[in-house]
């Protein structure tokens, strides 16, 4: 049965097979076969015929990198819930235990953090371990300690323990994101922004789904009960999809001969790239505008909540807070690809400038229009599409500068920041508490977007232009 099945995998008709029918291929094959017959599969062809493949310089597997990219976006999905359907657990888990929201909240921080801060390590150990071992195994340990993480927090009877689940789930959250974005940015020289952008929408967009779930879920059967079978169910799928990922061997990408953005030809290792003031600049900026937009993020049922508009129905029975929440994850999960694709064609940097621009004008917004229904949903909405963005543009320029040969160690570096600035969302309420209102905290960010805007467009961009006279750099090429 194992020859038949190789016989078939290389056979000619196998180019009329879809992207769906040759992934099942693959797997059974890899079942059935082991090591073997997994090196023989042929490459993956759209039904029309033209290929959508890259090929090994030294031959071997062919593998389509478009669905490399579905599956870490399917994997970005599900552990979208860890972060953004935070929310919806607070105040059930306030009313529930008496436990302060404070306290509570410092569980999202410390999840916030291990997420983050320890990406490099995981992203160190999937390009250490090699593109077919790495991504696969360090992915499928995320996806059992993201299960693990929720169930901890299901059983949670003190704040200790709910702080023991966010650092389970922080753990595998940020295995599964680190090495995901580091593939993402392997595969696609040519188009690292776009594909950057699609595989955070996953992490952005994915609780859109199971917003109303999550909700309807809480209000029957309790929170307790909501965080274990989402943990459950969202930890085993990765786990399982996890052993089809990875990594690009050498001249398997199509080369990037012409592109509209600086590009490195060579690789900085970690410890080159921690010595570059380029590095820490891109830091200070990923701080100041993740701490802003995580406010939002983690407090934006509060603020609804405390502007009176969170129970008002307003569209098809559905309450202010739940639209926003959706349109809000459409928002946040759509920036990324949108503006990754816009910095491939007009430059990072400029990108920045547009985003956070846009950003602080929307934190303006929604202190100014937000105690409206309608005003909050779509003053909300625009604070996320403008805020998503930096995990597409901050990784890619990450790689553009740095190299992709320990892309994702280097770009989990820089996502430690996410982690750092998950420590200023408490202020946010501490502020809000000693002014009275949210008005001060949107003011607040609304200046550390524009600052932003100002190192991107006369420091940063500056910085690379300087660097790049010295250094084997691709230059951009003019848009055609």
Same mark, same amino acid.
């Given at each position: 049965?194992?020859?038949?099945?190789?016989?078939?995998?290389?056979?000619?008709?196998?180019?009329?097979?879809?992207?769906?029918?040759?992934?099942?291929?693959?797997?059974?094959c890899h079942i059935m076969s082991g090591k073997d017959a997994s090196k023989r599969l042929s490459q993956v062809t759209r039904e029309d015929g033209m290929s959508m493949s890259a090929t090994p310089a030294s031959g071997g597997?062919?593998?389509?990198?478009?669905?490399?990219?579905?599956?870490g976006v399917i994997c970005m999905v599900l552990i979208a819930n860890l972060q953004y359907g935070w929310t919806l657990f607070v105040s059930p888990m306030e009313k529930a235990t008496h436990w302060d929201v404070t306290g509570?909240?410092?569980?999202?921080?410390?999840?916030?953090?291990?997420?983050? =801060?320890?990406?490099?390590?995981?992203? &160190?150990?999937?390009?250490?371990?090699?593109?077919?071992?790495?991504?696969?195994?360090?992915?499928?340990?995320?996806?059992?300690?993201?299960?693990?993480? =929720?169930?901890?927090?299901?059983?949670?009877?003190?704040?200790?323990?709910?702080?023991?689940?966010?650092?389970?789930?922080?753990?595998?959250?940020?295995?599964?994101?680190?090495?995901?974005?580091?593939?993402?940015?392997?595969? +696609?020289?040519?188009?690292?922004?776009?594909?950057?952008?699609?595989?955070?929408?996953?992490?952005?967009?994915?609780?859109?789904?199971?917003?109303?779930?999550?909700?309807?879920?809480?209000?029957?059967?309790?929170?307790?009960?909501? +965080?274990?079978?989402?943990?459950?169910?969202?930890?085993?799928?990765?786990?399982?999809?996890? =052993?089809?990922?990875?990594?690009?061997?050498?001249?398997?990408?199509?080369? @990037?001969?012409?592109?509209?953005?600086?590009?490195?030809?060579?690789?900085?290792?970690?410890?080159?790239?921690?010595?570059?003031?380029?590095? &820490?600049?891109?830091?200070?900026?990923?701080?100041?505008?993740? @701490?802003?937009?995580?406010?939002?993020?983690?407090?934006? @049922?509060?603020?609804?909540?405390?502007?009176?508009?969170? !129970?008002?129905?307003?569209?098809?029975?559905?309450?202010?807070?739940?639209?926003?929440?959706?349109?809000?994850?459409?928002?946040?999960?759509?920036?990324?690809?949108?503006?990754? &694709?816009?910095?491939?064609?007009?430059?990072?940097?400029?990108?920045?400038?547009?985003?956070?621009?846009?950003?602080?004008?929307?934190?303006?917004?929604?202190?100014?229009?937000?105690?409206?229904? =309608?005003?909050?949903?779509?003053?909300? @909405?625009?604070i996320f599409f403008t805020w998503g963005e930096i995990f597409s543009l901050f990784p890619s320029t990450c790689t553009d500068t740095f190299g992709p040969k320990y892309a994702t160690t280097n770009a989990s570096f820089l996502?430690?920041?996410?982690?750092?600035?998950?420590?200023?969302?408490?202020?946010?309420?501490?502020?809000?508490?000693?002014?009275?209102? &949210? *008005?001060?905290?949107?003011?607040?960010?609304?200046?550390?977007?524009?600052?932003?805007?100002?190192?991107?467009?006369?420091?940063?961009?500056?910085?690379?232009? !300087?660097?790049?006279?010295?250094?084997?750099?691709?230059?951009? *090429?003019?848009?055609?």
């Open positions: 049965m194992q020859f038949g099945c190789i016989a078939n995998i290389h056979s000619r008709t196998c180019r009329l097979y879809s992207v769906q029918k040759a992934l099942v291929l693959y797997v059974v597997i062919k593998v389509n990198r478009w669905t490399q990219l579905v599956i509570i909240q410092l569980a999202f921080s410390i999840f916030i953090a291990l997420e983050t =801060w320890l990406t490099p390590v995981e992203g &160190w150990i999937a390009d250490t371990l090699g593109p077919h071992r790495g991504p696969k195994l360090v992915v499928a340990m995320g996806g059992l300690f993201v299960g693990l993480g =929720w169930i901890i927090n299901s059983a949670a009877d003190s704040l200790g323990m709910l702080y023991l689940g966010a650092v389970v789930s922080g753990i595998g959250g940020g295995a599964v994101y680190a090495t995901c974005v580091g593939n993402a940015v392997k595969w +696609f020289p040519d188009r690292r922004g776009l594909a950057v952008g699609i595989t955070a929408a996953g992490y952005g967009a994915g609780a859109v789904v199971t917003v109303i779930p999550i909700q309807m879920m809480i209000n029957s059967a309790g929170y307790a009960s909501t +965080f274990f079978w989402f943990g459950l169910v969202q930890g085993a799928v990765i786990f399982v999809v996890a =052993w089809l990922l990875k990594a690009p061997l050498p001249g398997e990408v199509p080369a @990037a001969t012409k592109v509209k953005v600086l590009q490195s030809r060579t690789s900085s290792t970690p410890r080159e790239m921690l010595s570059s003031p380029v590095f &820490w600049l891109l830091y200070v900026m990923f701080v100041l505008v993740s @701490a802003s937009g995580l406010m939002a993020t983690a407090q934006i @049922a509060l603020i609804a909540k405390n502007y009176g508009v969170a !129970s008002t129905v307003i569209l098809f029975g559905a309450s202010t807070l739940t639209v926003a929440l959706i349109v809000d994850g459409i928002a946040n999960g759509g920036a990324r690809p949108f503006f990754g &694709w816009v910095s491939d064609q007009i430059g990072r940097e400029y990108t920045m400038a547009i985003a956070f621009g846009l950003g602080g004008v929307a934190y303006w917004l929604l202190g100014s229009l937000g105690t409206s229904p =309608w005003g909050f949903v779509l003053c909300a @909405a625009l996502y430690t920041a996410k982690g750092f600035s998950a420590f200023l969302v408490p202020l946010a309420n501490v502020l809000k508490d000693y002014t009275g209102s &949210w *008005h001060m905290v949107f003011v607040v960010a609304a200046i550390m977007n524009f600052i932003v805007v100002a190192l991107a467009l006369f420091v940063l961009r500056p910085m690379r232009l !300087s660097a790049a006279k010295s250094a084997d750099v691709l230059a951009p *090429h003019p848009a055609e």
